[in-house]
């Protein structure tokens, strides 16, 4: 079965620098959530899109966009980039409807920054 | 705003024993999901059981289950027959569903590092 894709799968960048991070959901699923997971703790929730829109907002800094495109496709944009951003940074897909809304989490982005 | 609290940051556990994980939440809604994720040290996120709220019988899945006292807010899984692909940190997380106004979004808890011995 088709999983969540995530790429690149590892990222390296200097601070001040800029990162894109893209995600690539389940087909048919429409909703695509970010998740940031710092060393030694849990997920924390970014931001959600559903059919394109914005669906809800977490802790995400002003520096970082984010926006789900036609294909439904999703892209996290991270500006400035300081030390403190290293982390994994997950996404997330399900479909918009359905009985459990189970969220299927993508193998992670690996950003470290210098 | 939601709460999940895991007060067992570490567990260890004989393999072919049973261990049990606890977690409590803190909400205001009436309708809500709760899950146990595995995420062993690839980092990869998975799902291990799902409890919808509004249901009273308690969730299994072969090895895995829970024990969901909504009353006290209280979440608990059970590992039995522990096997060693079992060590990983599990998170205990809350969702509301979409159409409440908190939205779907996961709320995690700290995690449990179980280490399964041989």
């Known amino acids: 079965a088709a999983g969540v894709i995530q790429s690149p799968r590892h990222l390296i960048k200097e601070k001040r620098e800029t990162a894109t991070l893209k995600c690539y959901p389940i087909p048919r699923h429409d909703t695509v959530y970010w998740y940031q997971q710092g060393p030694g703790q849990d997920p924390q929730f970014l931001i959600s899109f559903y059919e394109k829109m914005q669906s809800d907002k977490g802790s995400i800094p002003d520096r970082f966009s984010a926006q789900q495109f036609s294909d439904y496709h999703s892209e996290l944009n991270m500006s400035s980039l300081e030390l403190g951003d290293s982390a994994l940074y997950f996404c997330?897909?399900?479909?918009?409807?359905?009985?459990?809304?189970?969220?299927?989490f993508g193998p992670g982005t690996r950003l470290t920054v210098t | 705003a939601q709460t999940v609290t895991q007060s067992q940051p570490e567990m260890s556990v004989q393999e072919a024993e049973t261990v049990t994980l606890s977690c409590t939440y803190d909400t205001s809604e009436n309708n809500y999901y709760l899950f146990w994720y595995k995420q062993p040290p690839s980092r990869q996120m998975i799902l291990v059981i799902r409890?919808?709220?509004?249901?009273?019988q308690n969730a299994t899945e072969n090895r895995f289950s829970v024990n969901f006292q909504k009353a006290a807010k209280s979440f608990s899984l059970k590992i039995s027959d522990s096997q060693l692909g079992d060590t990983a940190m599990y998170f205990c997380?809350?969702?509301?569903?979409?159409?409440?106004?908190?939205?779907?979004?996961?709320?995690f808890g700290e995690g449990t590092q179980l280490t399964v011995n041989p």
């Open positions: 409890q919808e709220a509004y249901k009273q």
């Open positions: 997330a897909s399900r479909p918009g409807t359905g009985p459990n809304y189970e969220q299927y």
């Open positions: 997380a809350f969702m509301t569903p979409p159409y409440e106004t908190s939205g779907s979004r996961l709320t």
